[in-house]
């Protein structure tokens, strides 16, 4: 009956399973302050895997917000521009207004528009061309 104390209260003070609480025990030999220990370094690593993960993800939208904004969508009719816009406000409209963005892809091939989508600087970063 003692262990089941410790299980209770170890489960009431961390808030985890009975599973999780016994485990515990189990790797202490028994020993509650030891497991509680033991209990909170593995939230505070889990919680700082999910911040790690969490910042990763951030990265990777931003190096594509990035990369969206320097990739370019023209619209040209009879050779001449008529709208250019970044690469993510025209994903932004076609999520946040899809029936707009329909009507307008109508009136592109109605009126015979050609769409252009390509990098406003083709060069890699870091290069320069020869006449500079």
Known sequence: MDDLRKI???????????QEAAELLRLTEGSVVDALVLAEARQK????????RARGILEKTRALVRE???TK????????PVLVFPVTVGVAGAVLLPKVTLLAAALCLL???CIEVGRENPEPDGLVSEGE
């Open 8 to 18: 209770d209260l170890l489960r009431e003070r961390m808030g985890i399973s009975y």
């Open 68 to 70: 969206g904004n320097a």
């Open 45 to 52: 690593k889990a919680e700082s895997a999910w911040e790690a």
């Open 73 to 80: 969508v023209k619209v040209i009719h009879k050779g001449r």
């Open 111 to 113: 009126g015979r528009c």
